[in-house]
């Protein structure tokens, strides 16, 4: 382990010098005989400890730590002093240094003051390194993804977290965009502060501006007592705008000055209320399309359109999908008292070619209900609901199709593909492709692929005859 530094600053060389054999042993020790050179020295050395006498000529020890400190918070300060200064010292230790000690000195204790400060500051620095380790990673606790996009949007993430800046999250529906914001807030220095999230879309435009901003006691009908809104609740902390795109022309003006003056009025008053928020704006929209129609401020939009997170959909995502399906496999297996082994490859298979248009949100519902509704201990194409498997199906089919294929020839490969799946079982396969059994039965006529199934019943039959 590397020594540490300690830095001598006392005007009387004998003192000097003799710190400077106490220490040398154990430490890497400097000394000078004034604070500007011990200024000088803190510029181009990094300095774990200072022991500075009080009274010396030019600059005291009280100024030489506190310019000290200024540049090098974590510095530790430890003053010298005569029994006549103590008061003085007490005061040192009030503004920042971290001990004292009296003249003429106690070696021995010296030197355990100095390790105990060591210590103290170690174990500080270690604890402040733990605590940035547990915000990184519980900011993001929720957002799981090993894919290359994933990995930009965390990045991006970590980057804007401790800025002000304010930040447009874009994506569709279910991509998690308020676990973003939560992310940067939980990363940022107003992590102690609220986090205040308005989803904008399900608030009447009547009511919107009074949740934002607050309304006066009589303000309207209805308003017997003044309410604070939300931008004055988010005052320290990030204020969520979720489908910001929802808002009409009048809240976003005010929105705008907001963001601007750090200034609001609540409805029914003409006194300015000074707020700092940080705002988080989300929207599944395209901004700029809604500007260019006349449906968006194009003032705000330039406003909000400083640090732009863009959510790629879930079909985007790669291995991504079988991660959230494992993730959630667990939590709601947990939930509802069962154990899993898993999915099974042809599940998987299933479900990693679905398009997921209601993307995360959507897959999370569906495992919920895979884990409900499950019979076995592993999740088959089975306790797959019958639109994601149809939709497999179908999409195979289109793979699969030439441009000379009519509807019947193609509704005929999805039959033959959907039966090599359920090794010939109808009734996997009629679920599988979103029919009856029946109808499935008829197709098969049809078709005259009658003789190529084998209904589950005949497999457990040791192969007897359809009778279906």
Not at 185 to 201: D, E, G, N, T, Y
């Amino acid at each position: 382990m590397a020594k540490s530094t300690l830095l001598i600053v006392d005007d009387e060389r004998s003192a000097r010098d003799g710190l400077v054999r106490l220490f040398k042993r154990e430490y890497n020790v400097l000394s000078v005989e004034s604070g500007a050179s011990a200024l000088e020295i803190l510029k181009t050395r990094s300095v774990d400890v200072m022991l500075s006498d009080v009274r010396m000529p030019g600059m005291d020890g009280l100024a030489l730590m506190e310019e000290a400190q200024r540049q090098h918070p974590d510095l530790v300060v430890i003053i010298l002093t005569a029994y006549g200064d103590v008061e003085l010292a007490v005061q040192a230790m009030q503004r920042g240094a971290t001990d004292f000690m009296t003249k003429p000195l106690h070696l021995d204790k010296l030197e355990l003051v100095v390790k105990r400060c060591l210590q103290s500051r170690n174990l500080e620095q270690e604890n402040a390194a733990l605590k940035a380790q547990l915000d990184v990673r519980f900011g993001m606790e929720n957002m799981i993804g090993h894919s290359a996009p994933m990995q930009s949007v965390f990045e991006t993430i970590r980057q804007v977290a401790q800025s002000r800046a304010t930040v447009l999250i874009q994506g569709e529906s279910g991509t998690g965009k308020e676990l973003v914001a939560k992310a940067i807030h939980q990363l940022s220095v107003r992590k102690s502060a609220p986090f205040v999230p308005v989803h904008c879309a399900a608030l009447a435009e009547n009511l919107l501006e009074s949740e934002l901003f607050g309304h006066e006691k009589g303000a309207f009908t209805g308003a017997v007592e003044r309410r604070i809104g939300r931008f004055e609740k988010a005052t320290g902390g990030s204020l969520f705008l979720d489908e910001i795109s929802e808002i009409n022309a009048s809240v976003q003006v005010k929105i705008l000055r907001a963001l601007e003056e750090r200034q609001i009025e609540r409805v029914g008053s003409d006194q300015l209320v000074d707020v700092d928020a940080r705002l988080i704006a989300a929207t599944n929209r395209d901004l700029q399309e809604m500007v260019a129609q006349g449906d968006f401020r194009e003032d705000l939009f330039y406003r909000l359109f400083v640090v732009v997170i863009t959510l790629p959909p879930l079909r985007e995502r790669g291995d991504d999908i079988l991660l959230l399906l494992n993730h959630y496999l667990e939590e709601f297996g947990h939930e509802n008292e069962r154990q899993f082994k898993g999915f099974t490859p042809q599940a998987y298979d299933v479900l990693a070619a679905y398009d997921w248009p209601g993307n995360i949100r959507e897959l999370r519902n569906l495992v919920e209900r895979m884990v409900v509704l499950a019979r076995g201990e592993w999740l088959d194409v089975e306790d797959i609901p019958s639109h994601v498997r149809q939709a497999k199906s179908m999409g195979q089919a289109v793979l699969n199709a030439s441009p000379e294929m009519t509807v019947d020839q193609m509704e005929k490969e999805m039959i033959l593909q959907a039966l090599d799946r359920t090794a010939g079982n109808r009734t996997l396969a009629a679920e599988q492709l979103g029919m009856s059994r029946r109808t499935l039965h008829r197709k098969l006529n049809t078709f005259g692929l009658k003789k190529r199934v084998v209904d589950e019943q005949d497999a457990s039959n040791g192969g007897k005859k359809d009778e279906g």
